[in-house]
């Protein structure tokens, strides 16, 4: 079992940046996918970014590439979306997912957080 726990989300300009955080409890994070997934009020759960157990390969949406980042430390359980130029389209609660197959899609994860909300005003 693996428990998702998201903050650093807020309210902030156009333009401005905000690093969410997700920290991990169980024993086999560091075997597991990370990625992160948003969900704008009334628009279905879209892929962010996914990052795979060892770093090795991230997969990230064309709508924010070269604007977020996601990482990740498995000595801290712990994974980062660092984003930045944020734009109001980018207001939605983020949620972080994990899981050993994970990719774009959010059947490939088992668990996740109760997410965090991300405002960005004009």
């Known amino acids: 079992q693996v428990q998702l726990e998201e903050s650093g989300g807020g309210l902030v300009q156009a333009g401005g940046s905000l690093r969410l955080s997700c920290a991990a409890s169980?024993?086999?994070?560091?075997?597991?996918?990370m990625g992160w997934f948003r969900q704008a009020p009334g628009k279905e759960r879209e892929f962010v970014e996914a990052?795979?157990?060892?770093?090795?390969?991230?997969f990230a949406a064309d709508s924010v590439k070269g604007r977020f980042t996601i990482s990740r430390d498995n000595a801290k359980n712990t994974v980062y979306l660092q984003m930045n130029n944020l734009k109001p389209e980018d207001t939605a609660v983020y949620y972080c997912?994990?899981?050993?197959?994970?990719?774009?899609?959010?059947?490939?994860?088992?668990?996740w957080g109760q997410g965090t909300q991300v405002t960005v005003s004009s």
């Open positions: 169980g024993r086999t994070f560091s075997r597991y996918t």
């Open positions: 997912a994990t899981g050993i197959g994970g990719g774009y899609y959010s059947r490939e994860y088992t668990y």
């Open positions: 990052i795979t157990w060892n770093g090795g390969r991230i």
